[in-house]
């Protein structure tokens, strides 16, 4: 059948043999309806979907794609550490340099650990935080998702200050009875947990700008309030930089508060696009890591030689002069321009954005916390979805996701996504 869509005889073959038919459960389509896209190809601010049809791409593989795809330095420095070798289960100099690099950048880290996965990286760094306090309890906050590790997999609880539930089938109560989960800027709510949990608190783990309730700021009071309470007590504050490292300035989130934290998690940007994340922060803390101290944490693939190289070359061209700048510009320029649109049609609407990271909300002001973000219009932000897809603009299959914009994108590619947000927000209208 020469005229059918290639995304559904796709997808009909991937739900034969992968649930439901992806690999990672947002790509499924299911919070906004229809097939999904299934990539060929990728160039500079675009990619191909298996019908050959082109979308300006906000999505940047969830952030990694700074540079946007296939950027010529990157690819050369792949294509050199393929030629070397795919992995040795041994160490290697260019390892040293990527942690070199990471540390020169994120001077809140003295030492780093390389690992595979963003959800290995916060486990990681969990544990660690338990092993180096000799405590139990963590507290996180609804609406930051910080990978499926089993104890982070929470809801909150039924009362204020009060141990969360697991969120998926699997993970045993008892998994979860240590982990705290509190309103996201609830400053009254996080003094409150410390004063009945302190002296058993390990760590707080938070996205000081979060992407996983779409694009959600900690506020400055909030943000040192976390860190006067961690001191205070004993515990470790650890910064999950996943998304935010290198994607919303040089020195990530931390760098953009003025907050040192104790732990830092990245991953995303400093593997370029491949299988890369990492965790670290002061000598003292990390020197409990294995093989130097009890803690144990091991990886097969950590610091694999070609994903080293990509993120080399990935951070030495972020790290030119004026890179944050023109990106910020250029991110700023986008969620203006979405925000004028609507306002032109009389659609409630409101974006933000931090260097090359964004989000908008279907409502007329910024949400501080998940619960008000959960009061966005699901069916209006479908629409948006779908209307703009039609029209060759990809954005996150789902409502609670941030967006990303690269270097690669043009004013051309920005002013496009403007107009068919424009031309949605004007046929939403009622008539």
């Known amino acids: 059948m020469p005229n059918a869509d290639q995304n559904d005889i796709l997808f009909e073959r991937a739900r034969a043999v992968i649930p439901g038919g992806v ?17 060929r190809r990728a160039e500079g601010a675009y990619f191909w979907d298996a019908n050959d049809k082109r979308y300006i791409d906000y999505i940047g593989s969830w952030g990694p794609m700074i540079l ?36 020169a950048l994120v001077p809140s880290m003295e030492m780093v650990r390389l690992v595979s996965s963003g959800t290995e990286a916060a486990m990681s760094a969990l544990r660690l935080a338990r092993g180096a306090t000799g405590r139990k309890h963590i507290i996180k906050f609804e609406g930051c ?24 089938a699997g993970v045993p109560p008892e998994v ?85 934290p104790d732990l ?8 370029g696009g491949m299988p890369l994340a990492a965790f670290g922060g002061p000598r003292a803390i990390m020197e ?20 080293t190289a990509c993120g080399l070359a990935t951070l030495k061209e972020i790290a030119r002069p004026g890179f ?37 909300f279907l409502m007329n002001e910024l949400p501080q916390n998940y619960a008000k973000v959960m009061t966005t ?10 209307g703009l897809l039609d029209r060759g603009v990809y954005i996150a299959p789902a409502l609670y996701e941030a967006g990303f914009v690269s270097a690669a994108h043009s004013d051309e590619d920005i002013a496009a996504t403007i107009e068919a947000a424009r031309q949605i927000f004007k046929a939403s209208q009622p008539r």
């Open 23 to 39: 690999n990672s459960p947002v790509r499924a389509f299911k919070a906004v309806g229809g097939t999904p896209r299934f990539i």
């Open 68 to 103: 946007g795809h296939g950027h010529p330095a990157v690819v050369e420095a792949v294509q050199k550490a393929v030629l070397e070798g795919f992995s040795y289960g041994a160490p290697t100099e260019r390892e040293i340099e990527l942690a070199e690099a990471i540390l």
């Open 145 to 168: 998702y910080h990978g499926h590790a089993d104890a982070l997999l929470v809801k909150a609880g039924s009362g204020l200050a009060t141990f969360g539930h697991p969120t998926s």
């Open 176 to 260: 979860t009875q240590h982990t705290l989960v509190l309103e996201y800027n609830n400053i009254a709510q996080l003094e409150e947990a410390f004063a009945l949990h302190g002296n058993d608190i390990a760590c707080l783990m938070i996205e000081a700008i979060a992407g996983n309730m779409n694009f959600v700021r900690a506020t400055p009071e909030f943000a040192a309030r976390c860190r006067a309470l961690c001191t205070q007590h004993g515990a470790l504050l650890v910064f999950d930089e996943v998304m935010t490292g290198f994607r919303v300035g040089l020195h990530g989130a931390q760098g953009v508060l003025g907050i040192t």
């Open 264 to 271: 830092t998690v990245l991953g995303k940007v400093i593997g």
């Open 288 to 307: 409990q890591l294995a093989p130097l101290g009890p803690v144990y944490q091991a990886g097969t693939l950590s610091g694999n030689p070609v994903a």
């Open 324 to 360: 944050y700048e023109a990106l910020s510009k250029k991110t700023r320029s986008l969620v203006d321009g979405l925000k004028a649109a609507a306002a032109a049609e009389g659609q409630p609407f409101d974006a933000d954005s931090e260097g090359g990271m964004f989000g908008f």
């Open 377 to 386: 219009d699901n069916a209006k932000f479908n629409a948006l979805f779908h």
